[in-house]
């Protein structure tokens, strides 16, 4: 189900995420609930009419007229810089949504799930997650999660908890690592992936989410691997 009209929204809660990011929590009457992995468009109106939209996607899922996103700023954009640094919780907006039906998890289908995100693209993936780990059981998940460093990963406590709960998590970092860790830095590469991720034989679904060429090296990865390309479902993103 989807509306096909703005909805006014309010910001109900924005919480910094890291330095750059932002967690915000919308109130949006007659919202009608969205699967995880959804997304939606938001829409700013300035003082004088001009009017600036953005998709944005969504980490929350099922019903209720609440929808929460995390923001991770693109400086030289429209939308993001208001919505990480500017906006405070009774400030309006207009979302639309919920949008998108292919990168969707569907909590009935048992197969096993890999989820592999770079940067941000963490947000529709931690829906998923979110969605399992509310599950008394269910398909098996892990998570690859690639950052530039921890400072940088949105919903890192988060990611952690859901580790300790059960959620096979490997991370990775191209700039610098924590202290003590034992992993190697630098962009992932096929083998690493390989080591991360479900073997081919075990068929997992596969969602991948992030910046254009991370995507792109890691869907190509697990193709080279032997994974079906139809059950490796992306979502790529680039500035806003």
């Given at each position: ?58 980490a ?32 309006a ?11 969707v ?18 947000v529709?993936?931690?829906a ?6 509310a599950m008394s ?17 949105l ?6 908890r ?22 190697r ?52 993103f680039?500035?806003?």
């Amino acid at each position: 189900m989807r509306t096909s009209d703005w909805l006014a929204a309010r910001v109900a809660d924005a919480v910094p995420d890291t330095a750059h990011g932002r967690r915000l929590t919308l109130a949006v009457p007659g919202w009608p609930g969205n699967a995880p992995g959804q997304h939606l468009d938001i829409r700013l109106t300035a003082p004088d009419g001009y009017q600036a939209e953005r998709s944005y996607s969504i980490a929350s899922s099922g019903p209720g007229e609440s929808v929460e996103i995390a923001v991770d700023e693109i400086p030289e954009g429209e939308v993001s810089p208001y919505l990480v640094r500017v906006a405070e919780p009774g400030d309006a907006l207009e979302v639309k949504g919920p949008l998108g039906a292919y990168f969707v998890w569907d909590p009935a289908d048992p197969s096993p799930v890999q989820l592999i995100a770079g940067g941000s693209g963490i947000v529709p993936l931690l829906a998923m997650a979110r969605a399992r780990a509310a599950m008394s059981a269910g398909a098996p998940f892990r998570l690859l999660y690639s950052v530039r460093t921890a400072a940088d990963a949105l919903y890192r406590d988060e990611v952690e908890r859901l580790g300790a709960a059960g959620l096979d998590v490997t991370w990775a970092y191209t700039r610098q690592a924590p202290t003590g860790w034992p992993g190697r830095v630098g962009r992932l590469d096929a083998e690493r992936i390989a080591q991360a991720t479900w073997m081919p034989a075990q068929h997992p679904l596969t969602f991948i989410c992030g910046p254009t060429s991370f995507v792109e090296a890691a869907a190509d990865a697990m193709v080279a691997a032997g994974h079906d390309a139809a059950r490796v479902k992306t979502e790529r993103f680039g500035g806003s």
